[in-house]
């Protein structure tokens, strides 16, 4: 079972609001926008996520999939214009 406070922290992330067609996003697509730091910070709070569900008993297989994960979507971030899709 997910921890109420990583549900909410996803829910933040990643549906927060809802766009046209019933499209949801949240603050992760937003804070992505902004040069310099919107692929800085999802970094920080993906690995954050990651070291929890570490903490909370997350399979070693489980964890660097979840790293990989990260790295992926950290380094596409880091593409201009093409990161926001």
Do not use: C
């Not at 549900?7 to 949240?26: C, H, N, Q, T, W």
């Not at 709070?45 to 992926?72: C, E, K």
Request: charged share 10%; glycine share 10%.
């Amino acid at each position: 079972s997910v921890p109420p406070d990583l549900r909410a922290l996803a829910v933040f992330l990643d549906s927060k609001f809802e766009g046209p067609f019933g499209i949801r996003f949240g603050w992760d697509a937003l804070i992505g926008l902004i040069p310099g730091i919107g692929a800085v910070i999802p970094t920080l709070v993906s690995l954050y996520i990651v070291v929890r569900g570490a903490i909370l008993g997350v399979s070693l297989f489980t964890v660097i999939r979840m790293l990989l994960n990260v790295l992926f979507d950290t380094a596409l971030s880091m593409i201009p214009i093409a990161g926001q899709f």
